[in-house]
């Protein structure tokens, strides 16, 4: 009695190690989206072509099915260990590349990272968003700009950091304030914003998961460098995602996610100087790093 369905007899279409991608190939040939039937055949044609690289054992493919498990089950409202393997295995960093291939002017892009779970609330240009004063205090302080210079009044800018522990507020909710560290801005009619925080400090990804492990047999270290994440959107722009590091940080030279571009670089200064000193709503001397952002125009819909 056949198995293969009406019509079909065994033989070409049956399963083997030689033709094993073709076979499974071929069962996708009803899939109506094309982009998806498209991504489905890749992935077949390189699994099975990883597959009979390896030639795992079936205790090795169980392992894989055990690891993969775990980093599901790892996974909560506030952790997403998915977004974690993605990351530490740099194919974040490469779909990050695939997705900004920009003009030279654009500041460089770096990955998003798994903190960005909460909404940063609305605040006004000046103010502290660091609630629990873990940290140096310190002014984060820039311009956001068209690739040829021109300022973008309004322009959105949403900014995330871990504190002077090394810990997302998502982290700690229990040691935290809620949204600590987070914020929304709207640049002013020069296209600068400016806002009190504490200098960010490098810290280990969440590695007490399966991805945790992964670091650890392979000899690796789960740290970032200090950085203060950075997302900033402006009308008939493409959206930014970046990072801005802090100059001297530990791991600037081995990220564990690959975030690093030396462009992002920015040193923490201290400024002496009581008229910026007012202006920023502090006190002088107070330490300060700056970060102008440089967003691509959409093109025109004569240019798509
Ligand atoms: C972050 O910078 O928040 C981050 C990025 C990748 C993995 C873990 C954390
Ligand atoms: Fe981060």
């Not at 989206?33 to 077949?44: A, F, G, H, P, Q």
């Not at 914003?193 to 400090?201: H, S």
Request: with cysteine; proline share 8%; net charge negative.
């Amino acid at each position: 009695m056949t198995v293969h369905g009406p019509g079909a007899e065994p033989g070409e279409h049956s399963f083997s190690e030689e033709n094993s991608a073709r076979v499974v190939i071929e069962s996708l040939r009803n899939t109506r989206d094309e982009r998806l039937k498209y991504v489905l055949t890749s992935l077949v044609e390189h699994l099975h072509a990883f597959v009979k690289d390896i030639e795992p054992s079936h205790a090795e493919w169980q392992q894989a099915v055990d690891f993969l498990t775990a980093v599901g089950q790892k996974c909560s409202d506030t952790r997403q260990e998915f977004v974690l393997l993605s990351d530490v295995l740099g194919v974040s960093m490469l779909v990050d590349a695939i997705n900004n291939r920009r003009s030279t002017a654009a500041t460089d892009t770096t990955v998003v990272g798994p903190f960005h779970m909460v909404e940063s609330p609305r605040r006004e240009l000046g103010a502290n968003i660091s609630l629990d004063g873990n940290g140096e205090p310190c002014v984060f302080a820039g311009q956001i700009r068209s690739a040829d210079g021109t300022p973008l009044p309004g322009a959105l800018v949403d900014v995330w950091q871990a504190n002077g522990a090394g810990y997302y507020d998502v982290q700690q909710p229990d040691v935290q304030p809620e949204r600590n560290l987070r914020g929304l801005f709207s640049a002013d009619e020069r296209g600068r914003f400016w806002l009190r925080t504490v200098v960010p400090r490098y810290y280990p990804i969440p590695d007490d998961g399966p991805v945790g492990q992964l670091l650890a047999v392979s000899g690796r270290h789960p740290n970032r460098p200090a950085h203060i994440h950075v997302i900033a959107e402006a009308a008939g722009h493409a959206a930014l995602t970046t990072h801005v590091f802090v100059e001297g940080s530990p791991y600037l030279d081995s990220d564990t996610v690959f975030g690093v571009k030396r462009s992002l670089i920015r040193p923490v200064t201290v400024v002496d100087d009581p008229i910026r000193a007012e202006h920023y709503g502090v006190d002088a001397p107070f330490r300060l790093i700056e970060f102008d952002i440089v967003l691509d125009p959409l093109p025109g819909p004569d240019q798509r």
